[in-house]
């Protein structure tokens, strides 16, 4: 059972093509895959197969390291776009994805970097029921009240802007569980911390739902660029998170188109144990 690890921005995922699965891709196995010491280690599992849409090139579903499925990654899309034009999927610059939220569009700028059209933001939907035409909102968190901007871009995002000189003071390991599970989001919610640098820069702070504080996150990034946007920020957003850079295209009707790079790390075959092991688990 071969498979690569990639890496965005210190973002890392296992990429594994479903013809070689020996069994179904559960959430234990998952976890197991995703183990530090005793699996291959990484922020997730990338699993490719053939679309069930003929006008992609492949079906992409996206794990979290706790073995629940995400909507949709930035920087996970981003690899896997890489990895189907490096493994011979297609040899076309431009191509489509199919997500479990709709086909994502990808424009492969050169070996390593790519663009993709993550389409329309929306600032209203079933993540946040209760929010505003606008999804602005308030909420608890760590003794504190937090203004925020909820923006969906094929999975929910709560935008929260702080002064520059507070934003490393933050403790994301205690305020990011709180938020990602507030009750104002029934299906959790990512959550960044943004300070504004300059009209069109953001330095952005990422807790995951189902991973926790990341060095990157794609559409963490796309969302705390849309909220900038709102607040009168210019586009396209330059969003320094601590994996590195991003930038985000918010046009008009907040569609957006997000690029970065993405890298192999290492390719490899797991080992016959834990392949048994790994069957073993549910």
Not at 60 to 82: H, K, Q, T
Not at 93 to 121: K, P, Y
Not at 231 to 241: D, E, N, Y
Request: with cysteine; charged share 20%.
């Amino acid at each position: 059972m071969r498979f690569e690890k990639w890496q965005a921005l210190g973002n890392d995922y296992v990429i594994i093509e479903a013809a070689v699965l020996p069994f179904e891709l559960t959430a234990g196995r998952v976890r197991g895959l995703c183990a530090e010491h005793t699996g291959v280690g990484g922020d997730g599992v990338l699993l490719l197969s053939g679309p069930d849409d003929p006008g992609c090139v492949a079906r992409l579903r996206i794990f979290n390291p706790d073995g629940s499925e995400a909507e949709l990654s930035g920087n996970g899309a981003r690899e896997a776009v890489l990895y189907l034009r490096q493994a011979g999927w297609t040899d076309a610059t431009t191509f489509s994805l199919q997500t479990s939220v709709g086909e994502v569009r990808a424009t492969i700028l050169d070996e390593r970097t790519c663009r993709l059209d993550m389409g329309a933001a929306k600032l209203r939907s079933s993540a946040y029921p209760a929010g505003p035409p606008r999804g602005e909102g308030e909420l608890q968190s760590g003794g504190r009240r937090w203004s925020f901007q909820h923006v969906s871009i094929g999975n929910p995002q709560c935008a929260i802007f702080v002064a520059e000189d507070e934003l490393d003071q933050l403790r994301l390991s205690e305020l990011g569980p709180e938020i990602e599970r507030h009750a104002l989001f029934p299906s959790r919610t990512n959550v960044s911390f943004s300070a504004v640098l300059a009209p069109d820069s953001l330095r952005t702070r990422i807790f995951e739902r189902g991973v926790g504080e990341t060095m990157a996150s794609g559409t963490g990034a796309c969302g705390a660029a849309v909220a900038h946007v709102l607040r009168g920020g210019t586009s396209p957003v330059s969003v320094r998170l601590d994996g590195g850079e991003l930038l985000v295209d918010v046009g008009e009707n907040l569609h957006v188109d997000l690029t970065g790079w993405a890298v192999p790390v290492f390719a490899g075959e797991l080992a016959k144990p834990l392949i048994e092991e790994l069957h073993a688990t549910e």
